[in-house]
């Protein structure tokens, strides 16, 4: 087509008439991550506890619990309800940076490559989803998750020595160094990579495929979390064998493994290929309603935010 036609002078100035596609502020996503973090992990924490407490259950010891409901029944009669919330500080303090740290890299990375019309594509959400995952897991997650697996480790010995969540920390500090919070950092990467590179990819194509060819079209709060949900899942079933790996490695037990992929011999060793999808169900319950929400809640936090605080 020639530079000068009728029909390349038109789209020319239907470009320059359009308005500049509006992006997600890294600081407003910041903000915005942190306030969805908080509000989720209060919610799904007792099916985390769960998980966490069936993927420590190893077949060797024998095992404690002989299911879903047995470990919330036993955990209720001796620690009440509030056992189903042991550990929930040192995870709070983690899910509020985790969130901001997450989102706000996915904004800051994905501002840089969208195009023209603010629309990103699905393979490009895949490297800021990746992205965003293995930042999380070096700044914020690996130590989050070392010292929640131990509160919770800890409370199935018969006198649990960690008081709160400051008390722990230096305790674990205090006795193993910084590196104490460091345990499992290669599975903790590559899960958290993998799991934000799938979740935003099936996010992100899911809102393209919603939107079609008009990339300014809103998204129902309940369309937004049935597609964190399905994000989720796929999530869920993508890594849930880095996911228990990544467990074992910080449990109180670690000092079993010589790393990662000694670990991951062992589990297949001495427990089978089952063992990997250990806590897959409660994972599923709580990452479907955990991505759910923490997507409804950033979204709707955004616009409220685009109201106050304007970026452009």
Avoid at 196 to 202: W, Y
Avoid at 235 to 258: C, W
Wanted: one cysteine or more.
């Amino acid at each position: 087509m020639s530079e000068h036609s009728p029909l390349h002078t038109a789209r020319c100035l239907a470009a320059a008439a359009a308005p500049a596609p509006k992006l997600t502020h890294p600081g407003k996503a910041i903000l915005a991550g942190g306030i969805a973090g908080g509000i989720e992990i209060c919610i799904t924490f007792p099916t985390e506890y769960v998980k966490t407490q069936l993927q420590l259950d190893e077949r060797a010891n024998p095992p404690r619990y002989k299911g879903i409901g047995d470990c919330v029944k036993q955990t209720v009669q001796g620690h009440g309800i509030k056992g189903l919330y042991r550990g929930l500080s040192s995870l709070l303090y983690g899910s509020i940076p985790k969130a901001a740290v997450r989102f706000g890299t996915f904004e800051f990375l994905s501002n840089q490559i969208r195009d023209a019309e603010g629309r990103l594509s699905s393979r490009q959400s895949i490297v800021c989803g990746l992205g965003a995952g293995v930042f999380e897991a070096v700044v914020v997650v690996c130590p989050m998750e070392t010292v929640k697996v131990k509160f919770i480790h800890d409370q199935c010995s018969p006198k649990p020595k960690y008081r709160g969540f400051f008390h722990g920390v230096r305790e674990i500090v205090r006795q193993q160094g910084l590196k104490g919070t460091y345990q499992g950092l290669t599975a903790t990467v590559l899960k958290q990579g993998s799991n934000q590179a799938i979740r935003f990819f099936v996010m992100t194509s899911l809102k393209n495929w919603y939107k079609g060819d008009n990339t300014a079209k809103t998204i129902n709060p309940l369309v937004t979390g049935l597609f964190g949900a399905i994000a989720g899942a796929a999530s869920v079933f993508g890594n849930t064998p880095l996911d228990v790996i990544k467990t074992r490695m910080q449990g109180l037990e670690a000092h079993k493994y010589k790393g990662t992929w000694d670990c991951a011999f062992k589990i297949m060793k001495y427990e089978g290929p089952l063992a990997f999808y250990k806590g897959t169900v409660p994972r599923l319950g709580r990452v479907c309603l955990d991505v759910a929400i923490v997507f409804i809640i950033y979204e709707e936090v955004v616009k409220m935010l685009n109201k106050v605080w304007k970026t452009d």
